[in-house]
């Protein structure tokens, strides 16, 4: 670790302990160059899922991102922020939870379907035109036929 003092990268540890209820390792070193003393932390980094995309590059699981598409599919329709965020965290819970280090791009934008099937035809519509690379009119027509054929029952209002 380099000195802050006198930047000398050698140091000794004289003391290492415990902190912040266990989440991190304060170690107290000595420059062994200028003698002043300084602590370093040691914390566990952050577990992060990538995403394997169908071209084969994988980049970090962004929960940002899941809440940009919800927010475009769902943009200009009476469906509330809270609504959104609520979406948002379903995915993000249902993605953590699978406790995969991988997950495919696939599964991402099926979690994020799943969500907008329920909040809002429209939004599921421009998503899945999106997601699965809708190129004409039957393309929509024939989702919109699946989209009925298996809608799930409707939330008891009221
Ligand atoms: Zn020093």
Known sequence: MRCPYCKTDDDRVVDSRSAEQGAAIRRRRECRSCGRRFSTYERIEAVGILVRKRSGIAEPYDRAKVRAGIEKATKNLP??????????????????????????????????????RVIDPVAYMRFASVYKGFTSPDDFARELAHLEKDAPPKPPSG
Do not use: K
């Open 79 to 116: 469906v509330s922020g809270e609504t959104v965020a609520d979406a948002v965290a379903a995915v993000d819970d249902h993605i953590r939870t699978a406790g995969l280090r991988e997950v495919p791009s696939e599964t991402v934008g099926a979690e994020v379907l799943s969500e907008l």
